[in-house]
């Protein structure tokens, strides 16, 4: 069964930059959207960001500024480039990819936002 695989997670102090990347295990076709989601402890899973159709974007307000989604549509691979991180948002991220057939999801990386 495919999977998605993120990386670029990590620890960084407030004010700095990560990169995250997405991409699936195997083939997969007719992907609808791609997005990233973070769930910090003690919280719910909560949106961060979305690419669909022609490029089209949406983020979380807490995010919008900071982050910036992006893809690959050629490899399916779905990027998060993460600017001015702050100590909320340390969670670990989550990337999603919607198919007619069901949500792709992935394992998860965290990201440690602290000084």
């Known amino acids: 069964q495919v999977q998605l695989v993120e990386s670029g997670g990590g620890l960084v102090q407030p004010g700095g930059s990560l990169a995250l990347s997405c991409a699936p295990s195997?083939?997969?076709?007719?992907?609808?959207?791609m997005a990233w989601y973070r769930q910090a402890p003690g919280h719910e899973r909560e949106f961060v960001a979305r690419i669909a159709g022609v490029g089209h974007t949406d983020y979380v307000d807490s995010v919008k500024g900071r982050f910036s989604i992006s893809r690959n549509r050629a490899m399916n691979q779905v990027y998060l480039r993460m600017n001015n991180l702050n100590p909320e948002d340390t969670a670990v991220y989550y990337c999603n990819m919607k198919t007619p057939w069901g949500d792709l999801w992935g394992q998860g990386t965290q990201v440690t936002v602290s000084s």
């Open positions: 195997g083939s997969v076709s007719g992907i609808v959207n």
